[in-house]
């Protein structure tokens, strides 16, 4: 029964602002138009009570999640990074490191969730920056970066029976 498991898990990085203008014919020098990025995507852990092992994680340690895309001109934001679900047993501990002793979360409900790792905002287009003085930024933000983390996963085992009496009477055979 596999009931310690280590796994990396890395959040989607935000998606970068975009430089554009305004461009059209009777408009000179129209103005900005550069949308935003998208937000990247979260690691969320949810508890499940279908599962019993951590025995999938043996198999596939590392859980990324989608980062989102770029803005482009005519002030379109950007998609966002779709969320990553990673699903554990009951009574679950999670904690940040190999050997460190930081505990983020003890899963003990059915549907319970932990968002691990947040995704990066997305950067801001040349749109928000216009001003009276500068009328025609060029420069946008870049979107946040992704979060890595190293995690250990523990499960806490349960008996299911117990057995009681008297010493020396073959309780262990």
Not at 67 to 90: M, Y
Request: glycine share 16%; net charge neutral.
């Amino acid at each position: 029964m596999i009931d310690k498991s280590k796994i990396k898990v890395i959040s989607g990085k935000g998606g970068k602002g975009s430089i554009s203008g305004r461009r059209e014919k009777y408009v000179p020098r129209g103005g900005p138009d550069g949308g935003d990025g998208g937000d990247g995507g979260c690691v969320v852990i949810k508890c499940d009570e279908n599962l019993s092992t951590l025995q999938h994680f043996r198999f596939k340690s590392m859980f990324r999640a989608v980062d989102g895309e770029n803005g482009s001109s005519r002030k379109k934001h950007g998609k966002n990074g779709e969320n990553i679900e990673i699903s554990v047993p009951l009574g679950t501990e999670i904690w940040v490191g190999a050997e460190e002793d930081d505990l983020i979360a003890d899963l003990q409900k059915h549907g319970e969730r932990v968002i691990i790792a947040k995704g990066g905002n997305g950067g801001r287009g040349n749109v928000h920056f216009a001003s009276s003085t500068n009328k025609y930024p060029l420069f946008a933000e870049d979107g946040e970066p992704s979060v890595e983390l190293n995690l250990r996963l523990e499960l806490k085992l349960l008996a299911d029976i117990g057995i009681i009496g008297v010493p020396n009477v073959g309780k262990s055979s």
